[in-house]
């Protein structure tokens, strides 16, 4: 138990929070390793209206690769507890980024756009993960 990389996600990183929607980021497995990584992106819904149609686009700089697979759901239901949210489970999605060049590598940095829909309304959020959010402390 513990290394399905889910029950960490608990932790992680918050990155966004904004109308009930909050994103958090983990690390599964040994963090960053030799400039890489695999990281968990958890949506969570800390709003008493659902979220739907939730999609995430990511955007890296040039001296990084990544690949950013299916999210688990694109729906959220309404949190019971607004304000003390997200007690539900998130939506997951796996991040991996890659280095292309070599050492010494460049700090993890991630540009994240969000659009989803709440009570009929289109929200689009964007956010900047930094390297800080992968542990790497400021470089």
Do not use: W
């Not at 599964?28 to 968990?40: N, P």
């Not at 999605?93 to 940095?109: D, I, M, S, W």
């Not at 659009?115 to 470089?139: C, D, L, N, W």
């Amino acid at each position: 138990g513990g290394a399905d990389g889910v029950s960490s996600a608990a932790g992680g990183v918050e990155v966004l929070r904004s109308e009930g929607l909050i994103v958090r980021i983990a690390l599964s497995g040994g963090g960053v390793v030799g400039g890489s990584c695999v990281a968990i992106l958890c949506y969570g819904n800390d709003a008493s209206t659902p979220v739907s149609n939730l999609a995430a686009q990511v955007a890296v700089p040039k001296h990084l690769r990544m690949q950013l697979g299916p999210p688990s759901d694109t729906c959220l239901p309404p949190e019971p507890l607004p304000g003390f949210g997200p007690t539900l489970p998130p939506i997951t999605q796996t991040l991996r980024l890659a280095q292309v060049g070599r050492p010494p590598y460049k700090p993890l940095k991630v540009r994240l756009r969000l659009a989803y829909e709440r009570e009929g309304k289109h929200i689009v959020e964007e956010a900047t993960i930094g390297p800080e959010s992968f542990g790497q402390g400021m470089v």
